[in-house]
């Protein structure tokens, strides 16, 4: 029979926000790190500051080993409630075609100042010649 999740919200995960009593949220995942703070490799404070919000871009971004990854999971407590899980956003076909409209402006206007380098040197080139 398999094994009931306990499901919380972001807003109960971020109850436990202080060093004796600390829950972090990775991938969808509720972690209980309060016994781990003092043996985190990267100190307590970098778990403290991820308390009460997603740190799955933090957790990712560290580098962390296999062996991190699986002694994590015994600290693992339930999952977060999927309707906490922020949803991406659809993008309106109006958006869509504003998107490149925008991006071909921006490269326009990033053209503009070596054309006009270029530009200046040759009439200055061609003045130079000229005067010889």
């Known amino acids: 029979m398999p094994t009931l999740t306990k499901l919380y919200s972001m807003q109960e995960a971020a109850e436990h926000n202080s060093a004796g009593d600390c829950w972090i949220v990775v991938d969808g995942k509720v972690y209980d790190v309060s ?24 957790f990712e971004d560290a580098g962390h080993s296999k062996s991190a990854r699986e002694l994590m999971e015994t600290f693992c407590v339930g999952e977060l409630d ?6 991406l956003e659809v993008v309106s076909e109006k958006q869509k075609s504003y998107i490149p409209e925008k991006l071909v402006h921006l490269s326009k206007q990033y053209w503009v100042a070596p054309v006009a380098v270029v530009g200046v040197s040759v009439v200055v080139t061609f003045l130079y010649l000229r005067r010889k």
């Open 82 to 87: 999927p309707s906490d899980i922020p949803q």
């Open 35 to 58: 016994s781990y703070l003092e043996e985190h490799p990267g100190g307590d404070d970098v778990l403290l500051q991820v308390t009460g919000k997603d740190a799955t871009d933090e």
